[in-house]
């Protein structure tokens, strides 16, 4: 069956245009994760980070190696370097489902290498979570949300993106916003509710 494109669903705005960045240190968010084979046929996994207030992708190639003791002991260690420094805990999520590790925030220290004659963006190393969280208390809290907000909205399907914020209801009755949920939320009598044992408190994110 033919695919059949619709132009409507095109945004200018949403299209990427790689910027070089200078060596440093940045705050940076798992955008995707894959499994793929080298040319030299080794299993890796591709790590691909979206860079804070920044129009810039960095990749992170981790060699999946385990013939000898040495290989898999190197292999555990990176990967352990991405769990603490993404803040990704094994024993509470499956480490190795890529899923588990879209969306986590962390430090790199980004640097820049030459490839058939162009620069580019290159991983060089993580930061500790620690330097990470006071790297984003140093930047102006406004803009970096004026950055996520934008880069939301840009991956948002048009649909929400078009859609009025919010309508009103009939009369006094509420309205819904654009995900068709009630408008202003509605109180939740939680008196008959009985008590439950509080969650255990988890590491909060680190904003991007």
Same mark, same amino acid.
Request: hydrophobic share 30%; net charge negative; with cysteine.
């Given at each position: 069956?033919?695919?059949?494109?619709?132009?409507?669903?095109?945004?200018?705005?949403?299209?990427?245009?790689?910027? +070089?960045?200078?060596?440093?240190?940045?705050? %940076?968010?798992?955008?995707?994760?894959?499994?793929?084979?080298?040319?030299?046929? %080794?299993?890796?996994?591709?790590?691909?980070?979206?860079?804070?207030?920044?129009?810039?992708?960095?990749?992170?190639? +981790?060699?999946?190696?385990? $013939?000898?003791?040495?290989?898999?002991?190197? #292999?555990?260690?990176?990967?352990?370097?991405?769990?603490?420094? %993404?803040?990704?805990?094994?024993?509470?999520?499956?480490?190795?489902?890529?899923?588990?590790?879209?969306?986590?925030? %962390?430090?790199?220290?980004?640097?820049?290498?030459?490839?058939?004659?162009?620069?580019?963006?290159?991983?060089?190393?993580?930061?500790?979570?620690?330097?990470?969280?006071?790297?984003?208390?140093?930047?102006?809290?406004?803009?970096?949300?004026?950055?996520?907000?934008?880069?939301?909205?840009?991956?948002?399907?048009?649909?929400?993106?078009?859609?009025?914020?919010? #309508?009103?209801?009939?009369?006094?009755?509420?309205?819904?916003?654009?995900?068709?949920? $009630?408008?202003?939320?509605?109180?939740?009598?939680?008196?008959?509710?009985?008590?439950?044992?509080? $969650?255990?408190?988890?590491?909060?994110?680190?904003?991007?």
């Amino acid at each position: 069956m033919p695919y059949h494109y619709d132009s409507r669903n095109y945004d200018p705005s949403a299209t990427y245009k790689p910027e +070089l960045l200078p060596p440093g240190d940045y705050l %940076c968010r798992i955008r995707n994760a894959d499994y793929m084979t080298a040319q030299s046929g %080794c299993e890796m996994i591709r790590v691909e980070f979206d860079v804070s207030g920044h129009q810039a992708r960095v990749y992170y190639y +981790l060699p999946l190696r385990e $013939a000898t003791f040495e290989e898999h002991q190197q #292999t555990d260690q990176r990967l352990g370097e991405l769990f603490a420094a %993404c803040g990704i805990d094994p024993a509470k999520v499956e480490p190795m489902n890529l899923e588990n590790w879209i969306g986590k925030t %962390c430090g790199v220290h980004v640097k820049q290498t030459t490839y058939n004659g162009e620069k580019r963006n290159a991983f060089h190393y993580f930061i500790e979570r620690s330097a990470a969280r006071a790297m984003f208390a140093q930047k102006p809290a406004g803009k970096q949300q004026e950055l996520f907000s934008q880069q939301q909205t840009q991956s948002q399907p048009r649909s929400y993106r078009s859609a009025a914020p919010r #309508t009103n209801g009939p009369g006094d009755a509420p309205g819904f916003d654009r995900y068709g949920e $009630a408008y202003p939320p509605q109180p939740i009598d939680i008196s008959d509710m009985e008590p439950s044992a509080a $969650a255990p408190a988890e590491e909060a994110d680190i904003p991007f």
